[in-house]
Each structure stands twice: as structure tokens, then as C-alpha cells.
């Protein structure tokens, strides 16, 4: 079998391409944390939940509408998410589709965080979200 100068170029590119993904613990981890987020929230362990949010999120809870970050969780009546859809990471930052709700999340040294939750996509606008960091 011949293989062409051409041909021959695309096989170092592309298994340098192949290098540059997401390592499959890195997206399993994000989709863990969402869906433990999920599991207490749905449970209506709005405390627990809570530990699952990222240090902003839960400081803008616990001020609007508050008093804790417990009582804004459940205040914010989150719609029933369902199932992780898709996981994208993009460096320390991740996006998580549900069946009926979007997360966004952060990495932090303890983990990854919910950002954002309760989010819907608008045409050519960020996304309007129930759940967000100030």
C-alpha cells in the first residue's frame, strides 16, 4: 500500500489532536458532581446540595432571596433536571445538559462546583439561569 506525502501528514496531526481532549476521569468528575448536586436537591436536601455549589453561588443564595443557602436552593424551585445528557469541559470551567436543565461549573481544589443551574438556553443571549454566582 502507497501512502501519500499528503496522508502521511494527517496521522501526527491528528493523534496530536487526539492528545489535547478531555481526560475521561476529568469529564466523569464533572458529571459526578452534577449529578450528586442533583441527587440532594431532587431530595429536597437543600443543605447538603449546598455543598455542591460553588462559593459564589452560595453566597448569592444566602443574600437573594436567603437568609441561607439552603432556604434560596429551595426557594429557587428547581425544575426536576433528569439525566446527564452531555458533559463538555473546557479547562476549569464545564457545561452539563440534563434532560430538562443546563449546569455550569467550575473546578475548584476541592472539586467541581455548580455554578449555575436552572439554566435555558436564548437565541444569540447567555442563558437565563434560576441559580447563579454574583
Sequence with gaps: MRVTP??????PVA???VGCGVPLEETRAVSEAAAA?????????TAAAC???APETREE?????GPTCAA???????????????T????????????????????FADGWKVNAAG???????????????G
Design 6 to 11: 499528503f496522508a502521511a501528514l494527517l496521522v
Design 15 to 17: 493523534l496530536t489532536l
Design 37 to 45: 448536586f442533583t441527587a440532594r436537591e431532587q431530595a429536597s436536601d
Design 51 to 53: 455543598d455542591f455549589l
Design 61 to 65: 443564595l444566602a443574600h437573594d432571596p
Design 72 to 86: 434560596g436552593l429551595a426557594e429557587a424551585d428547581l425544575p426536576n433536571p433528569g439525566d446527564v445528557r452531555t
Design 88 to 107: 463538555e469541559v473546557y479547562g476549569r470551567q464545564a457545561r452539563v445538559e440534563l434532560d430538562q436543565d443546563t449546569y455550569f461549573l467550575t473546578s
Design 119 to 133: 439554566c435555558t438556553p436564548r437565541h444569540r443571549k447567555p442563558y437565563r439561569c434560576l441559580v447563579k454566582g
